[in-house]
């Protein structure tokens, strides 16, 4: 024996490692499924623990900010949608579900540090069970909500339901690659567990869940508000932007500005620039928040 090394060795590069490593994850992952599914059921009993009206009190918040916005936005400061509360009510749904799914998964490894130390697990199967959790309530709160928006959009909003259900779908997957860069990023800066509400009442304001965007371009298209021309881009580059649209086709409608005010359409199908748009940013967030996790879980047990 010479002592050399054999030739025929191949070492894995970087992103091959990369890959395999996520690979065993996800593998890891689907092995723990039952595991998802009872932290899902977890939540869901928690919440509704000792509440005589159980699935409904999840329908106080969006039914109530339906009314209060419909009378601010029809009455005080009019925006001249046609059937306001519809419009609202299916961008809203789809916010809700977003918002809640990260308020809940940020607090999730820091919630559970006494099970992080003591007990492996794949650590994603935390913000994950808040995101499902949360699907559950959109899926049912639609369904609730669906006889009110046929009867004020038509029959339309049952036709193009594959589309609403693909909207659902795109956007879990955005709010599970958001949920768990919140869980994993708030283990080591804890001031962002502070700063949510702050940054997700911006981030609603900034998504056209109260106002069509095309009333945005309407407005910033007069000559005395070109400086502003650059909120069009800000929105246009929002990741909630295209699934609020996309799910707001098939619900309610296509919404143009028109020299007469603004006109609504019926449901209808989407164009393909918005679902690229949606599915384009549903995978870099999960790829994104899924890495920085991984990498944030190597130290959950020291530093939670």
Not at 93 to 121: E, M, P, R
Request: overall charge positive; proline content about 6%; aromatic content about 14%.
């Amino acid at each position: 024996m010479s002592g050399e090394l054999p030739v025929d060795i191949q070492v894995p590069s970087g992103p091959r490692r990369a890959v395999r490593g996520v690979t065993g994850k996800l593998l890891q992952l689907w092995r723990a499924r039952e595991l998802l599914a009872q932290l899902v059921r977890k939540e869901l009993k928690v919440r509704y623990k000792n509440s005589a009206l159980g699935f409904l009190w999840s329908m106080l918040t969006p039914v109530l900010m339906t009314g209060v916005f419909s009378l601010v936005f029809t009455l005080i400061a009019p925006i001249e949608v046609p059937n306001y509360p519809a419009f609202f009510i299916s961008g809203y749904l789809l916010w809700q579900f977003f918002q809640n799914s990260c308020q809940g998964a940020i607090h999730s490894i820091v919630g559970n540090g006494d099970l992080v130390k003591k007990v492996y697990f794949p650590r994603e199967a935390l913000p994950l069970s808040h995101v499902f959790a949360q699907l559950v309530h959109l899926l049912l709160a639609l369904a609730v909500l669906s006889p009110y928006l046929i009867y004020t959009r038509g029959i339309g909003v049952l036709l193009y339901l594959p589309i609403t259900l693909a909207a659902i779908a795109l956007l879990t997957v955005f709010a599970s690659g958001m949920a768990m860069w919140f869980a994993g990023v708030n283990v080591v800066f804890r001031d962002l567990q502070e700063l949510f509400v702050v940054i997700f009442q911006v981030w609603f304001y900034a998504t056209p869940v109260l106002y069509p965007l095309a009333l945005v371009s309407d407005v910033l298209g007069d000559d005395r508000f070109a400086r502003f021309a650059w909120l069009e881009t800000l929105l246009a580059i929002n990741p909630t932007t295209w699934f609020v649209e996309l799910f707001r086709t098939g619900l309610y409608g296509p919404v143009t500005a028109t020299s007469d005010g603004l006109v609504d359409g019926p449901p209808g199908w989407p164009d393909l620039a918005t679902v690229g748009g949606a599915a384009g940013w549903a995978v870099l967030a999960l790829v994104i928040g899924y890495v920085v996790f991984l990498r944030r879980a190597r130290t959950f047990a020291k530093e939670v």
